[in-house]
């Protein structure tokens, strides 16, 4: 960490140009690495925008929206006349993913789950794209039915790279994915998610307890780990008459 003639700081930043994770979000979590264990102190001035894009060899639009990253976040501040400033030494909103088995947990209510399939099988392409893996690697499919109590609530598949985690039917059984994902050093950190809508088929209002031509809540997503590495890809059908996403927007 060095700073400039005028009193501004040049933080250490690497980055791991050949990673599927955005280099505006490299930037940011290395910079709110750094923050959050005191490298960079609270009150400190950060090299103007221009000049670190220069220096990370990166763009001027990627540098400006990680430095808005943590602006939102609450632990960057621009002021006029003085450029990019130190403000505060924590995270305000939870940097960690969450699943449905922490929502529930969270919310009092008992996840129970079902094992409906699980095989280490190869990636189709599509999941292979997705997770940034050799067509044909091997993931573990699964397939569960998440419980709220007695009541289903969701169908979900999920395709994990064996080279991240060795899952066991059991412990799927017991535990919520991102508990396992975590325990093994791979903490979610950072997700591609997409949330549509559809009308559930007979064979899933079956497995849900809906009406066939319910409707129903799909989720898509491909989540990371710290150093980028890809952990996991989900697809997930929620029953909307007892399930909603639930989003916090600021000004």
Do not use: C
């Not at 700081?9 to 923050?35: F, K």
């Not at 609270?42 to 090299?47: A, I, N, Y």
């Not at 794209?129 to 979900?156: H, K, N, S």
């Amino acid at each position: 960490m060095d700073r400039q003639a005028s009193g501004a700081l040049v933080p250490d930043v690497t980055l791991d140009r050949t990673s599927p994770v955005p280099l505006y979000y490299q930037v940011a979590t290395r910079l709110q690495q750094q923050i959050e264990e005191g490298d960079i102190p609270v009150g400190s001035r950060l090299e103007n925008e221009v000049e670190l894009a220069d220096r990370l060899g990166v763009s001027r639009p990627t540098m400006r929206r990680a430095i808005s990253y943590l602006v939102e976040r609450g632990m960057l501040v621009r002021k006029r006349g003085v450029g990019t400033q130190v403000v505060h030494p924590k995270v305000r909103r939870p940097v960690e993913l969450s699943s449905l088995y922490d929502d529930l947990l969270k919310s009092g209510q008992a996840p129970r789950t079902e094992i409906r399939e699980f095989e280490v099988r190869p990636a189709p392409d599509q999941i292979a794209e997705a997770l940034g893996i050799p067509f044909g690697a091997e993931v573990t499919w699964i397939e569960r039915l998440r419980f709220a109590g007695d009541e289903p609530l969701a169908l979900m598949h999920n395709a994990v790279p064996v080279d991240v985690i060795r899952l066991r039917r059991e412990d799927l059984e017991r535990n919520g994915l991102y508990d396992l994902l975590r325990a093994a050093g791979h903490v979610p950190r950072m997700a591609n998610q997409v949330v549509g809508a559809r009308v559930a088929s007979a064979g899933e209002a079956r497995i849900l307890d809906e009406a066939r031509g319910a409707p129903l809540l799909t989720m898509t997503r491909t989540a990371w780990d710290a150093a980028g590495k890809a952990v996991e890809y989900g697809s997930h059908l929620y029953r909307a008459s007892r399930y909603s996403f639930e989003l916090n927007l600021t000004s």
